[in-house]
């Protein structure tokens, strides 16, 4: 099991895979190529991705943390033990900047508009904060799969790809390959604050465009080689 890794894309329910295997995880960095590894890949439509990491960058950052113990943060008692330990010794959660930007724009449905706004401040807002590396906006499908290169490249050492929307079933198929059972029935790292999800017309069209040449010609790549079948590519343009 040393050898198996996992592509732990943000926000598409990699944190439960990573402690049912208990194996080791690309997070936030980009995966290494080792010819002796097998990757296991979770995925999810990259729209509702990037809703997700917006809401759970604001999430974090608009948190009251007055009641925290920060020698006693787990994912049983917070969202992320790690940045609500940051934010409670600093004067920000990720970066002035990027809480800053994340403040300007209030909404998932807000950034994605902004980003072709006719006001040049806000675009020049909207770009800014989509192009921060320092967190999941910015490092989606395309940023860990480097825009469909990984998979073209090492596709015989991807082991399983798994979806997000297809958990229940997905884990199943894990189970057998590796042997052990995948409880998916616990929810790890849920944010249950209540936010706005909603996307207009515009906000999914910049999105798709933002991702066209990265998370998108991923998702590509996996379908041409078979971890991912027609209707799911074209679910995830949806």
């Not at 799969?145 to 991807?158: A, E, S």
Request: charged share 20%; hydrophobic share 35%.
């Amino acid at each position: 099991i040393s050898n198996i890794k996992l592509i732990h894309i943000g926000k598409c329910a990699g944190t439960l895979i990573q402690q049912q295997l208990g194996i080791n995880q690309y997070h936030l960095k980009k995966p290494i190529y080792n010819i002796s590894y097998k990757y296991i890949i979770w995925i999810r439509n990259p729209i509702k991705r990037f809703v997700s990491a917006f809401n759970f960058a604001y999430a974090l950052i608009t948190e009251d943390t007055s009641n925290y113990n920060k020698n006693d943060l787990t994912l049983d008692n917070c969202l992320a033990p790690m940045r609500i330990k940051h934010k409670m010794t600093h004067s920000h959660t990720f970066s002035q900047e990027y809480d800053e930007l994340v403040l300007f724009f209030g909404s998932a449905n807000s950034l994605a508009e902004g980003l072709t706004h006719e006001n040049e401040n806000i675009k020049s807002k909207a770009l800014k904060l989509m192009t921060n590396n320092l967190e999941h906006i910015y490092k989606g499908i395309g940023y860990y799969l480097d825009n469909g290169l990984f998979v073209t490249n090492y596709n015989k050492n991807i082991l399983f790809v798994g979806k997000m929307e297809n958990m229940e079933q997905d884990c199943q198929k894990l189970s057998m390959i590796m042997n052990k059972k995948i409880d998916n029935s616990q929810k790890v790292r849920e944010n249950t604050k209540v936010q706005n999800k909603h996307l207009s017309d515009t906000a999914i069209n910049n999105i798709r465009e933002f991702y066209k040449y990265t998370d998108y010609k991923a998702l590509q790549e996996l379908y041409n080689y078979r971890f991912i079948d027609y209707n799911t590519l074209q679910e995830y343009y949806e």
